[in-house]
Structure formats: C-alpha cells, structure tokens
C-alpha cells in the first residue's frame, strides 16, 4: 500500500524559509509524478509543485515559481519542497501526492502538514 507521510510544516514569520520533505513507501514511483498541493484556509485545494520521479523534471505554479524548488532523494525515497520568501497567502495545510505520468488524476495522497506564515 502506497504511504505519503509530509514532515517540516510549522510557523515561520513572513520572508523565512521552510523545506517540506514527503517519504514515500509502499511501491517503486519509477514513471510516476510526485507533486504538493496546498489548501488555504476556506479555499480549495490547488496546485502548488511537480517532479518526475525518473528525470526530476520540475513544476511550478506560477505563485511560487522563483521561490519555491521541488526536489526528489531518489535513494531516500523522499521529495522534498524547499519554499522562500514565505507570504501570509502562502498559509495552507500542505499535502504531497502521486500519480503515474499518464494518468489525469493523482490517486494517493498524504495527510497533510500545516504551513503558517505570520505577517
């Protein structure tokens, strides 16, 4: 059974920097797409980050692009969401998840980690 476990949310002040890490288990993610989405408070879910698990190729949305990086430990089964320059409107509960490359739907997710950015 495929496992998302999120780790590293907390509170940090506006401008600072949090790394988020998602171990996964339970399956090889050869040819699969590892991302994090983000659910703000009374908002819905939305796409936040993307990368290939083979070739690590990377995406963004463009609310994070430049502060955000997307990284993938390969032997640590691990991806990893490096975020910046932190905004109050980047206080969500954040949530990795998985797909195969092919497939319209990611069909396994995480329980989340709690990011809170104070202004």
């Known amino acids: 059974q495929v496992q998302l476990v999120e780790s590293g949310g907390g509170l940090v002040q506006a401008g600072g920097s949090l790394r988020l890490s998602c171990a996964a288990s339970g399956r090889s993610f050869v040819g699969y797409i590892m991302g994090w989405f983000r659910q703000p408070p009374g908002k819905e879910r939305e796409f936040v980050a993307a990368i290939t698990w083979g070739a690590g190729l990377p995406y963004y949305a463009n609310s994070v692009k430049g502060r955000f990086t997307i990284s993938r430990d390969n032997a640590k089964n691990t991806v990893y969401l490096q975020m910046n320059s932190l905004r109050a409107e980047d206080t969500a509960v954040y949530y990795c998840?998985?797909?195969?490359?092919?497939?319209?739907?990611?069909?396994?997710w995480g329980q989340g980690t709690q990011v809170t950015v104070s202004s």
């Open positions: 998840t998985t797909r195969r490359v092919e497939a319209a739907e990611y069909d396994f």
